[in-house]
């Protein structure tokens, strides 16, 4: 059968036409059904089996996720615990407002048993932060440079907390840096007071 017999063929009487030719139209009907659903069924199924896939990926690590927490629930409620403790500690290490002064007396006694001579000791006001204020209290002491270490020792040792900040430490002019001359230290001693739930009113 050559190509120009197929202008031949009728619709009408497709029974009688040769092999080749009805081969043909069901090869050709089955690629339209094949590509009608590939495209209108299985296009959409492939979609929606993909979101599926990454769905499933998502919720398996969420699983894990929160099945490893399940399994170390004890461990974190124990390490909760432990917080807390120490948050109170830190808590009590905050000063009312009644210790303050004295906190404040124990900083000058601290650099004034280190041998320190104090210039300027200029508390500024409060600044309230979120559950405590922070007083910050400027210095300026003269002393050996030992001293200053002696003094800053004994502020860590106070049962309270003290921190000390914008260490500026010179000689005084036209000294030539001898061991044991006399020093000049400027800094921003820092003490925190805790806010209790009145604080304010």
């Not at 993909?50 to 490893?68: G, H, I, M, P």
């Not at 914008?166 to 001898?178: E, L, R, Y």
């Amino acid at each position: 059968m050559e190509l120009s017999d197929l202008n031949e063929l009728e619709l009408s009487n497709i029974g009688a036409w040769p092999v080749f030719a009805k081969a043909l139209v069901i090869v050709l009907l089955c690629a339209a059904v094949g590509f009608a659903w590939y495209y209108f069924i299985v296009k959409e199924q492939l979609v929606r089996l993909d979101a599926a896939a990454t769905e499933e990926v998502e919720l398996r690590a969420s699983f894990e996720e929160k099945q490893d927490k399940a399994a170390n629930l004890e461990a974190y409620q124990q390490q909760l615990v432990e917080m807390r403790e120490s948050f109170g500690a830190m808590l009590r290490q905050l000063p009312d407002q009644t210790e303050v002064a004295a906190l404040l007396v124990d900083v000058s006694q601290t650099g004034l048993a280190a041998g320190l001579e104090f210039e300027l000791f200029q508390p500024a006001g409060e600044q309230d932060r979120d559950f405590y204020a922070e007083l910050p209290i400027r210095m300026r002491v003269n002393g050996q440079y030992h001293e200053f270490g002696r003094f800053i020792s004994g502020l860590a040792a106070l049962p309270r907390i003290v921190t000390i900040h914008d260490v500026k430490i010179a000689s005084p002019s036209g000294a030539d840096g001898a061991p044991g001359q006399r020093l000049s230290m400027e800094a921003t001693v820092k003490t925190y007071r805790y806010l209790d739930e009145t604080a304010g009113q």
